[in-house]
């Protein structure tokens, strides 16, 4: 199983209902739970290392962006209004193109159910909408920035 193929599933169990996965594949074995109480993991070093293939610039590709952002603990200051999070691990867009303006600036007007911006995760586009009415008074993500889960993207007071 290739390291594309474990982040797919790990993107996919992410996004899914189900609660623990335990697969077990020739010497590979991973074990996921979004249980609270889960069994205890025990770490073992590979007895091969691992070779990883690491893009590098070229005339076809001349920018090589990261694919996964290293995960930052965010601490947010007590502030006023509700915090919109991700519920998903992937990109964000502030707008449904390019051209076109943002679905949400600081200091609009959104009611509930209003599109904030989309996740894109394994070429899905999904919508966080507001679960809340009020005005945005903080946007903490930018365009194409790579959120994790319950990342905080907005806030609405």
Known sequence: M???????????FEAGSVRELDLKQGDLSLYL???????????MSPSQPI?????????????VKPIIAEAQAQVVPAAEGEVVTSPI???IYTSSDPSAPKFVNVG?????????CIVEAMKIM???KSD??????????????????????????
């Open 2 to 12: 290739s390291f594309t193929d474990i982040k797919e599933l790990l993107e996919l």
């Open 33 to 43: 739970s979004k249980n609270e109480t889960s069994r205890q993991v025990q770490q």
């Open 51 to 63: 070779a990883v293939e690491v893009p590098t610039a070229s005339e076809n590709n001349p920018v």
């Open 89 to 91: 691990v992937g990109v």
């Open 108 to 116: 609009d007007k959104v009611a509930v159910g209003d599109t904030l």
């Open 126 to 128: 999904n919508e966080i």
């Open 132 to 157: 809340v009415a009020g005005v945005v008074t903080e946007i903490l993500i930018e365009n194409e920035d790579v959120v994790e889960f319950g990342q905080a993207l907005f806030r609405i007071a």
